[in-house]
Nanobody, 113 residues
Framework: VQLVESGGGLVQPGGSLRLSCAAS????????MSWYRQAPRKERELVAL????????KYTDSMKGRFTISRDNAKRMVYLQMNSLKTEDTAVYYC???????WGKGTLVTVSS
């Protein structure tokens, strides 16, 4: 199993980033997928979840209206569009097959002026 996140970087407050996650080694279309994040000195937290078919999504309250999760099962990809970024969004972002202990190395998002 491989989950490879990309797209992180340094962005100013109010800016946008699009994260991508490439999945391999498992039946991607059979799993709900999620994005988590871990900020310095904090616990890892759920950001967003998308159902296996992509028809249902769920967001942590602080991300609602700013982040959008999507997936492309044909490409085995899951995405996280992040808009109106805040300094408190600074974290390492990970994708995950829901319910499984499979983790990539993550991608660092730094929101700073």
């Amino acid at each position: 199993v491989q989950l490879v996140e990309s797209g992180g970087g340094l962005v100013q407050p109010g800016g946008s980033l699009r994260l991508s996650c490439a999945a391999s080694g498992f039946r991607f279309s059979g799993y709900a997928m999620s994005w988590y994040r871990q900020a310095p000195r904090k616990e890892r937290e759920l950001v967003a979840l998308i159902s296996s078919g992509g028809g249902s999504t769920k967001y942590t309250d602080s991300m609602k209206g700013r982040f959008t999760i999507s997936r492309d099962n044909a490409k085995r990809m899951v995405y996280l569009q992040m808009n109106s970024l805040k300094t408190e969004d600074t974290a390492v972002y990970y994708c995950n097959a829901e319910g499984m202990d499979w983790w990539g190395k993550g991608t660092l998002v730094t929101v700073s002026s």
